[in-house]
């Protein structure tokens, strides 16, 4: 009994986290490089280790043609339902490196969206399954890799109580402009655990406002 109550206590511990493996309908894991929690629906706690990058396991293998200003629909598996923002970030693939290796270290990464609460008794955020990222019109025609993250907030009074769910998809935008983008990051580099969007108590007093880590959100 001890046993199986054990292993039921492991089946709610893995069904009470996510993924993200795929964007637009894709195979799961093909144009998203294939991350590390693809099995165990994991996160990463740690703001300075490698894996906040794209917490990947495996090189990628596809690409997906996307216009600049349409939208990419980003997977969450099964959806992101603890309580955090939802952020997405690009970096682009310099010309002549292979896309699928390319590894995206140093100040390389600009956001594109960050995800505000609604306010009130409680702070509240989308938790869907599917989430609609605009690729900013002006941003130059090529590849490039893009950092889809959730995090998850539930637990984040005590320093290292984030969660991060993320993976990166590999994109070629078409059309486009000439815009070069701004406020560049690294990760890791672009969090730090005492961030007040990292370290905060969303339930009690209930924050009034809140501020997304990370750098400006870049704009056309």
């Given at each position: ?76 598996n099964p959806n992101a339902y603890h309580p955090g ?30 995800e505000q609460p609604k306010f009130g008794s409680q ?60 406020n560049l990051a690294a990760f890791p580099g672009a ?30």
């Amino acid at each position: 009994m001890k046993t199986f109550a054990l292993l039921l206590a492991a089946a709610s511990a893995v069904s009470a986290h996510y993924t993200l493996p795929t964007i637009n309908g894709a195979p799961a894991w093909s144009a998203v490089r294939q991350a590390k929690n693809w099995q165990n629906n994991g996160f990463v706690g740690d703001v300075t280790s490698s894996d906040i990058r794209c917490n990947q396991l495996y090189a990628g293998n596809e690409t997906v043609s996307v216009a600049a200003g349409s939208s990419v629909k980003v997977n969450v598996n099964p959806n992101a339902y603890h309580p955090g923002p939802f952020q997405s970030y690009l970096a682009k693939v310099p010309e002549g490196q292979d896309v699928n290796k390319w590894d995206p270290t140093g100040a390389v990464w600009f956001r594109i969206y960050a995800e505000q609460p609604k306010f009130g008794s409680q702070l509240t955020w989308l938790s869907a399954a599917n989430y609609d990222i605009k690729i900013p019109s002006c941003i130059p025609a090529g590849k490039y890799l893009m950092r889809n993250e959730h995090i998850g907030l539930h637990v984040a009074q005590s320093s290292g109580g984030a969660q991060f769910y993320l993976s990166c998809a590999q994109i070629e935008v078409t059309g486009g402009g000439s815009k070069t983008p701004t406020n560049l990051a690294a990760f890791p580099g672009a969090y730090k655990a005492s961030d007040p969007g990292i370290l905060i108590n969303i339930n009690y007093p209930v924050p009034t406002s809140y501020v997304n880590p990370g750098p400006a959100t870049f704009t056309c």
